[in-house]
């Protein structure tokens, strides 16, 4: 009897999981399908499909500890340490839940955004239910906690449709800026990125003890590129003091 009552628990268990997967790959669908019909964007499709997953989840688990006779309830009074370290874990779970539900509201970013955050910057690839999902220039993927958006500062690149690119460069005191102003108005704006409503400045920042301390911006809006931008900028005006100096 004990075998075939081992037997029952396990399909009992298999067809419970396999139940719940169906069930969360049906809801993905349907909000998939939703999603699209009523034009949403993609975080709020993925923090749904990860609320639908941790809840089905969590619903299918309480099912087999239950089906198995496993009183989940009294093993966590019988340890009160059990209890307070899962209290603990409960509150960071509903801190990063509260805090991705923020996120939504305020729209503050959304997948597809560059943000800027604890020194790690990176492409939204995904908001989810308790963490954010970024991926960083060298392709590598990092995590955060949603509650880290609540307690640290953090930049978004790429929320207005306009950025600007620049670039700190040293030159020398015998170097004529009014010339050098000039040819970097004209050259830097001969670049197809370059929005052409405003056009690329100047600006002296400080006097230093090894030249003259510039700052060279201009207008894009392909938030996306300003790295790249900045280094095309970069060798346009090597050009440009390597032909003053000729």
Do not use: C, H
Not at 101 to 106: E, R
Not at 131 to 141: A, L
């Amino acid at each position: 009897m004990e075998v075939n009552g081992l037997f029952r628990d396990i399909a009992v268990i298999v067809i419970i999981v396999l139940v719940s997967i169906l069930i969360v790959r049906w809801f993905y669908f349907f909000i998939k399908r939703f999603g699209k019909k009523f034009e949403w964007d993609l975080t709020v499709i993925q923090v749904l499909q990860d609320i639908v997953k941790y809840g089905i989840g969590i619903l299918a688990l309480s099912v087999i500890l239950k089906e198995i006779g496993i009183d989940i309830t009294a093993i966590a009074v019988s340890l009160g340490i059990v209890g307070v370290a899962v209290g603990f874990a409960s509150r960071d779970i509903i801190s990063n839940f509260i805090s991705g539900v923020l996120i939504l509201m305020d729209k503050s970013f959304k997948v597809g955004d560059t943000i800027e955050i604890s020194n790690q910057k990176g492409k939204v690839t995904k908001v989810g239910f308790r963490t954010t999902t970024i991926t960083n220039p060298n392709n590598s993927v990092i995590t955060i906690p949603n509650s880290s958006f609540s307690k640290n500062p953090y930049s978004n690149y790429t929320s207005m449709d306009r950025r600007r690119v620049d670039l700190n460069v040293t030159v020398s005191y015998n170097t004529n800026l009014e010339k050098l102003a000039s040819a970097i108005e004209k050259r830097i704006s001969a670049f197809p990125w370059v929005l052409t409503e405003e056009k690329p400045q100047m600006m002296i920042k400080e006097l230093s003890d090894v030249g003259v301390k510039i700052l060279i911006t201009a207008w894009t809006n392909d938030p996306w590129k300003t790295s790249k931008y900045r280094s095309l900028m970069a060798e346009e005006i090597k050009k440009i003091l390597g032909e003053e100096n000729a």
